[in-house]
């Protein structure tokens, strides 16, 4: 029996994660053409429609919209993929949850957590399947760790390292004309924008939320608008009793690219990984069952997707496609919504914690 083909729109073109124009720009536009059971009838974008013509290329058929509103109105769709300025995601993500339409969204995803905790409301009072675009829980080597903590053989959990460092927001490096580096439209800085994916696997790492946080924001680069912070480095507790750590920052002036780090020890061993770029896992132990080669490397191969775009490879791409099958099967997102508001609520947190000086107990729930 064939799949139900399901019609797709895609709501917002200035995010280059969405790639829109030409192969050059490759991103959920394209990856979401070669899902199964997928096809694409609308392009939407309200602000810089300039890509629209461009984006028509690939399927010319689809059509265009510049007011989101109209493409919810009047359109015949029953997925989209958003990729919006944080301001505007609770907004657009809301009436989409009321006219049922399931949706795929790309971070940050609000710019405070109350904001996100009406649209979570929403989503839940329409029961539509929602997937926030915080994919690195699903890496294989994120898997693997979590195996080896699950199987006993890191033993206790004691505490977790990340590093985030990436290049300065600045001319010649991340264009600070981006929304994504604006007070208005995006609301936090390097810890909002990139540090979320990594707060969220340190969730799943450790099987609990964090319990307090204590954290330091600031601009020591400084071309970033106001208020936002090029540099923010906290330290956790967590729910059972481990602690943690995170820096993040944009920093890098020379060379571009990223530098980060995933360091978790338990009472019987450590893993190492370097999250971006990384194919190697280091993991040592002193379990038992390891007594014979406590120090082990792993090595990754990585497959690529089946076409150029934001899930680069194929373990994205599948994570993906298990988003559009649970909308077809009537299930439940790999990562729900709830997730994602958990981690702007710590994030939200690490910003008070800032501002007051002081440790920070944080408040979960909708």
Sequence with gaps: ?????????????????????????????????????????????????????????????????????????????DIAFMALPAVEIPIVGAKLAKAGKHFMMEKQFARRATDLAELTRIVRDNGVT????????????????KKLIDDGILGKPLDIEVRMITGQVRPGGRDPSGFMYTNKEEGGGIQHMLGGHYLEVVRFLMDCEVKSVQAMNGRPVGIIDEPLEDLSIAVFEFENGAYGSMHSGYLQRVGGGYDTALVYRGELGEVNWTPIGGDKLEVRSAHPSWSGAPVKT?????????????????????????????????????????????TLQLIDAMYESGREGKRIEIKYGV
């Design 130 to 145: 929602v997937f926030p675009a915080y994919p690195h829980r699903f890496n294989p080597v994120a898997q693997d760790i």
């Design 1 to 77: 029996m064939s799949k139900k083909i399901l019609k797709a729109a895609t709501i917002g073109l200035r995010h280059g994660h969405m790639g829109s124009i030409g192969p050059s720009k490759p991103g959920w536009i394209h990856s979401a053409r070669a899902m199964e059971g997928i096809e694409i009838v609308a392009y939407a974008e309200d602000t810089d429609p300039s890509g629209l013509e461009d984006a028509s290329t690939y399927y010319p058929d689809a059509n265009i919209y510049t007011d989101y509103d109209e493409l919810i109105d009047k359109e015949d769709f």
């Design 298 to 342: 792993y090595s990754y191969e990585m497959p690529a997707a089946p076409v150029p775009g934001y899930a680069a490879d194929q373990w994205m791409f599948n994570l993906v496609q298990s988003f559009v099958d649970a909308v077809r099967n009537g299930t439940e997102s790999p990562l729900t919504i709830e997730d994602s508001l958990h």
